[in-house]
């Protein structure tokens, strides 16, 4: 049959020569695990940030100073535009897929065939005020910066800054 090297007490299993114990991986199945485990995790967090950016797009534009929004009813169809401080502008989310879209002028909206909205201005409350302090973009990084770096600092210290344990060998 094989001869008896080890002699596990707490399982009452005996072990044969050149197998490793149940439940024991090889030291390089541990590796290629763990080396799996940084993988999937690098792509969950890539996956998390391009859906977080893909979702603040839709709420902050991209480019400085474009920040009217070309809005298409669902109701009507109609193309309608709304301007920063109008009443359903805070509301209003741009769908890319639906054809919505940012603009930069009144007049490249119009050029384009949108119409603007027939609400009145907004009365100017809550956080508002801070627009006169912070552009879009500062407040775009600042975003970017609190939902990415607590995922980066993460990624860095459970994939790259973890080392391999040693195995104790008898």
Same mark, same amino acid.
């Given at each position: 049959?094989?001869?008896?090297?080890?002699?596990?007490?707490?399982?009452?299993?005996?072990?044969?020569?050149?197998?490793?114990?149940?439940?024991?991986?090889?030291?390089?199945?541990?590796?290629?695990?763990?080396? !799996?485990?940084?993988?999937? /995790?690098? &792509?969950?967090?890539?996956?998390?940030?391009?859906?977080? *950016?893909?979702?603040? =797009?839709?709420?902050?534009?991209?480019?400085?100073?474009?920040?009217?929004?070309?809005?298409?009813?669902?109701?009507?169809?109609?193309?309608?535009?709304?301007?920063?401080?109008?009443?359903?502008?805070?509301?209003?989310?741009?769908?890319?897929?639906?054809?919505?879209?940012?603009?930069?002028?009144?007049?490249?909206? !119009?050029?384009?065939?949108? /119409?603007? &909205?027939?609400?009145?201005?907004?009365?100017?409350?809550? *956080?508002?005020?801070? =627009?006169?302090?912070?552009?879009?973009?500062?407040?775009?990084?600042?975003?970017?910066?609190?939902?990415?770096?607590?995922?980066?600092?993460?990624?860095?210290?459970?994939?790259?800054?973890?080392?391999?344990?040693?195995?104790?060998?008898?």
């Amino acid at each position: 049959m094989g001869k008896i090297v080890d002699l596990d007490p707490r399982k009452r299993q005996k072990w044969k020569t050149g197998h490793n114990a149940p439940g024991q991986l090889r030291p390089h199945a541990r590796r290629r695990s763990r080396q !799996r485990k940084g993988i999937s /995790r690098i &792509a969950s967090i890539a996956f998390i940030t391009a859906f977080a *950016l893909f979702n603040i =797009s839709h709420n902050v534009p991209l480019i400085h100073g474009c920040d009217i929004k070309g809005n298409i009813s669902h109701n009507t169809g109609q193309r309608i535009y709304h301007l920063p401080g109008q009443e359903y502008y805070d509301e209003t989310r741009i769908n890319y897929f639906d054809g919505e879209r940012w603009f930069c002028s009144e007049e490249a909206a !119009r050029e384009a065939g949108w /119409r603007k &909205a027939h609400s009145e201005q907004k009365p100017t409350r809550g *956080l508002a005020f801070l =627009s006169d302090f912070l552009d879009r973009e500062t407040v775009l990084a600042l975003l970017v910066g609190i939902i990415v770096g607590p995922l980066a600092y993460f990624a860095v210290s459970k994939v790259i800054g973890r080392r391999p344990t040693k195995t104790k060998r008898t």
